[in-house]
């Protein structure tokens, strides 16, 4: 049982770059979400997914953006990338018990 | 909007003495509430959560969690620390319709030999 699966798991970018994040889950959940971690912070939300077809904004959403390919998949894009963006990110799925699931990150840096 | 404060940045323990780890809430009406725990360059672990269906949590690895609604409290405890447990812990609560979660900023736990 996979749960959260994320890549890449490493990747460093130049300033003005893109790339996109992928995340799957196997666990049939309707929700899912997009964080980042800061050192000394906790996460904060960028995106979230309540259902395959439908994307909100967090807390945290300029400079991203999103897509829910399908019930499993949940994409997230850096159009282009900047030093801010050097963080962890974290997809996560919730299960109808309300609670999420992490995937192991994808640890990102902007040259 | 809901939030959570913890009130200690670094705990240090010796390894089996007893761990606290303190964090406040502020919500409206009844959260839904949780600890994490994530061990260095790993991902979130859950740890136990708190649904308003019994005060007093229990979860993996020898943690618990009292939910008290008159101080906002909703503080992590184990009876014995283990080498183990040296990670960071993350106290946080649910909200709005998508059950986003909020994070507070962490407690890092020490275990010292």
């Known amino acids: 049982n996979a749960g959260v699966t994320q890549t890449p798991k490493f990747q460093v970018l130049k300033t003005g770059q893109s790339m996109t994040l992928q995340c799957a889950q196997d666990m049939n959940h309707n929700s899912m979400y997009w964080y980042r971690q800061d050192p000394g912070m906790g996460l904060r939300l960028i995106y979230y997914s309540a259902s395959e077809g439908t994307t909100d904004k967090g807390e945290v959403p300029n400079g991203y953006n999103v897509s829910r390919l399908n019930k499993r998949e949940f994409s997230l894009r850096l159009e282009s990338a900047a030093p801010s963006q050097t963080s962890v990110y974290f997809c996560?799925?919730?299960?109808?018990?309300?609670?999420?699931?992490f995937g192991p990150g994808t640890r990102l840096t902007v040259l | 909007a809901q939030s959570v404060t913890q009130l200690d940045s670094h705990v240090s323990v010796s390894e089996g003495t007893p761990v606290l780890l303190r964090c406040n809430y502020s919500?409206?009406?009844?959260?839904?509430l949780f600890w994490y725990v994530q061990h260095p360059n790993k991902g979130l672990q859950l740890l136990l959560k708190?649904?308003?269906?019994?005060?007093l949590v229990k979860g993996i690895n020898g943690f618990e969690a009292e939910f008290k609604k008159s101080e906002t409290s909703f503080h992590l405890t184990k009876p014995s620390a283990h080498m183990s447990d040296a990670a960071e812990y993350f106290c946080v609560v649910s909200w709005g319709s998508a059950r986003q979660l909020t994070f507070g900023s962490g407690t890092q736990l020490t275990v010292l030999p």
């Open positions: 708190y649904t308003s269906a019994a005060t």
């Open positions: 996560a799925s919730r299960s109808d018990a309300d609670t999420q699931y």
């Open positions: 919500s409206s009406y009844s959260p839904s």
